[in-house]
């Protein structure tokens, strides 16, 4: 037994050890802490962790390497991190700058990124003609791989590459920014880029998936995607204009792991910042290209942020009128569990839920819940015919068709069944019908009903 005891422990650790070597783990210490949160910033994400007594330990999984912002308050220091890593960062509140300290990970790399800075051109280079801005940018490149070349990162150091790689991106974008800029500062509508401009490009096109958590890599693969696409160059609106670069990159790019790393980066920026109304053809595109579950994971993860109908957040607001023509709203019934029933007079299957529903009504009569129907016919008096009849239970309420509340809801057949809490937060946004055998179940459930 005694053996087979330490079997276990020894698997256990072994392990606990696997999993600590496939991601990455931050501990903070903060001393004198006047904040309760610190956040690390990267691939355009924000991401906020609470402070306990100074202390928090994070754990990144899924990422290879990155290049991260440390924030407390307005104060940042930047880190690179990779797989494998266990950092510890710590500061002093009152000091941040002069008290940053960090043991463990690649201590060399976060140094460097804290003292080189890779900047951006000053204006005045951009109004140089095409081969000499070239040569300057040429140059820039050059200059900054020899400042790193000068730390003497070991040949095997994942670092160099990266930093080779994000010097080498952050400045081959501004061959991109060069026409527009160009035109801007000096209001030259005369100047052609010809076959050396675009040659230029394409030497920087390449499928390197080292490179592919590199930001500014990822976008000048996307945005070069744009200039050689010979069908949707042209296109300049956002969302059309992300379908074609995903559309390009699916069809052009060879490797796997390049091609899902861009077209998950296209589409969970759009998400981030554009939300999820009417992406159905993005959805399309990224799901045929992107089958990581850990990508899939944060994708689906950053639709639910725009997910009105998430379980947990504040149910949608509906507003209807009763058959005495009293306007009620969802607020009229706070204080009590909601159990809504969208429902209209030409709806077969909704008419055959209601002897049930009047059961279920009946089971918990002067319990903490109420009962809402909300019709969505678009004849208001055949409606008012049916609650008249005397065949209809609970609160009716008329609120129309095509409602926003329909909409926030995602709803595309009736009947369906909602289930919100005393707070008029989600509970089930898509409930047990009342001739399911789980309903009661769930209904048994609920805290104080």
Request: overall charge neutral; glycine content about 6%; hydrophobic content about 35%.
């Amino acid at each position: 037994m005694k053996n087979r005891i330490l079997s276990l422990l020894m698997f256990l650790f072994v392990a606990l050890q696997m999993q600590a070597a496939d991601g990455i783990t931050v501990k903070f210490d903060v001393k004198n802490p006047v904040l309760t949160n610190v956040v690390l910033v990267y691939h355009m994400s924000v991401n906020e962790f609470q402070l306990v007594d100074g202390k928090a330990t994070v754990q990144l999984d899924g990422e290879d390497a990155l290049y991260a912002k440390v924030y407390y308050g307005e104060k940042s220091k930047d880190v690179y991190l990779q797989r494998g890593d266990e950092m510890n960062i710590s500061f002093d509140a009152n000091d941040f700058d002069n008290t940053f300290s960090v043991k463990g990970g690649n201590e060399k790399a976060v140094d460097y990124l804290n003292k080189i800075k890779v900047l951006g051109l000053p204006d005045n280079v951009y109004t140089q003609p095409w081969s000499q801005f070239k040569k300057t940018v040429e140059n820039k490149i050059a200059s900054m791989k020899r400042l790193l070349k000068v730390r003497k990162f070991a040949a095997d150091d994942k670092f160099l590459k990266m930093e080779e790689g994000r010097i080498t991106y952050f400045y081959a974008n501004a061959f991109l920014m060069y026409p527009v800029s160009h035109l801007y500062l000096t209001g030259d509508t005369t100047m052609q880029l010809g076959k050396d401009y675009y040659d230029t490009l394409r030497q920087y096109v390449k499928e390197d998936y080292d490179y592919a958590d590199i930001d500014e890599y990822r976008n000048y693969m996307i945005e070069t995607s744009h200039v050689f696409d010979e069908a949707g160059k042209d296109i300049r609106q956002l969302y059309p204009k992300v379908l074609a670069e995903m559309s390009y990159i699916g069809d052009n790019i060879q490797s796997d792991k390049v091609r899902e790393a861009l077209i998950h980066f296209l589409a969970f920026t759009y998400v981030e910042g554009n939300g999820t109304d009417n992406i159905t053809d993005l959805q399309n595109l990224y799901y045929t290209y992107v089958t990581s579950p850990y990508l899939n994971d944060l994708f689906k993860k950053a639709c639910a942020k725009w997910d009105k109908a998430a379980v947990g957040r504040p149910s949608p607001m509906f507003k209807g009128v009763d058959i005495n023509g009293k306007e009620m709203t969802l607020r009229d019934f706070r204080g009590k569990y909601v159990y809504i029933d969208i429902w209209a007079t030409w709806c077969g299957p909704c008419q055959k839920e209601l002897p049930y529903l009047k059961k279920v009504e009946q089971k918990y009569k002067g319990r903490n819940i109420v009962f809402v129907g909300l019709s969505i016919d678009a004849d208001k008096a055949k409606w008012e015919a049916r609650v008249r009849s005397g065949a209809l239970s609970g609160t009716q309420l008329y609120i129309g068709k095509g409602t926003k509340f329909q909409s926030d809801y995602r709803i595309s057949g009736i009947p369906r069944f909602i289930l919100l809490d005393p707070n008029g937060r989600i509970v089930n946004p898509d409930m047990a019908r009342p001739s399911s055998d789980d309903i009661v179940k769930i209904l048994d459930s609920m805290p104080g009903l």
